[in-house]
């Protein structure tokens, strides 16, 4: 059993400006996307021009904050946005979704695909193997805002949570952060190193997040204010996942159809 190790969630100060971890989380995460997707650009198979890779980087950034919040507070807070509006923009104090989020940069991704003369699913093989940086770094960040408690556990690693009592339990998030992070990564980019049909990578993408995400679920709390929403084990998170997997499934197969992305096509403005 381990103690919940004792972080501070502001990480410095500048006069009254509090810099808090989980932010710096999302600003390391676009700062390693960006030199991901600079390093992705110059392969031949790229479908995009390392000139593009900003503009690619401010689309999904904005899809990521927007989608992410939005989606946390409709689908996980609900009431507490009819109640106070205005905590939509509370971003400091924690709260975003990953299928929120996913959403976003998936419309983002749709315009910039569109501007870019791409075919949609080119662009999203193209970005989904960076997606796990970013979903690792904001685990790290929920592991700092003691966020994601998981269940009462005896397994060696379990810890003490803060406010919860002396049980230990899982450390969901840095489950989360391992599997949707460094595992989900180390695959994609390796699945990936070579073109592969049109398709592909998005569907592996989204199958494999579903798998990770499902199962963890079953070592995490359900967010209290939801609870399990079905049968007595359903969280809302497993229940957002269940398109996922069956999507990536059927992606998965239909790109046994499609062409190989192995053309650099984008030079539109």
Do not use: C
């Amino acid at each position: 059993m381990f103690q919940y190790p004792d972080i501070n969630p502001i990480a410095f100060e500048l006069g009254p400006l509090q810099v808090r971890w989980y932010g710096l989380m999302y600003l390391i995460s676009f700062a390693f996307g960006w030199l991901g997707i600079r390093i992705h650009a110059k392969r031949p198979d790229s479908p995009i021009l390392p000139a593009r890779v900003d503009d690619l980087i401010f689309y999904v950034a904005l899809g990521v904050i927007l989608g992410g919040r939005v989606g946390y507070m409709l689908f996980y807070n609900f009431s507490g946005l009819s109640q106070d509006p205005l905590s939509l923009f509370k971003v400091w104090e924690g709260g975003m979704s990953f299928h929120g989020g996913l959403t976003g940069v998936l419309i983002a991704a749709l315009v910039f695909a569109r501007k870019q003369n791409l075919r949609f699913f080119q662009l999203t093989d193209f970005i989904a193997p960076l997606v796990p940086i970013g979903l690792g770094a904001g685990r790290l960040g929920n592991f700092i805002n003691h966020e994601l408690p998981g269940r009462v556990s005896d397994v060696p690693w379990a810890m003490v949570f803060p406010n919860m009592g002396s049980a230990p339990r899982h450390p969901s998030s840095l489950y989360e952060f391992a599997l949707e992070g460094v595992v989900l990564f180390v695959v994609l980019w390796w699945f990936s190193r070579h073109p592969r049909r049109m398709g592909a990578t998005s569907g592996l993408f989204l199958l494999l997040y579903g798998i990770f995400r499902f199962a963890v679920e079953f070592v995490r709390l359900p967010d209290p204010q939801l609870g399990f929403i079905a049968l007595d084990w359903v969280t809302m998170g497993q229940l957002l996942t269940l398109p996922m997997i069956l999507g990536g499934l059927g992606l998965v197969a239909w790109s046994k159809s499609q062409p190989i992305n192995n053309v650099k096509v984008a030079t539109g403005g």
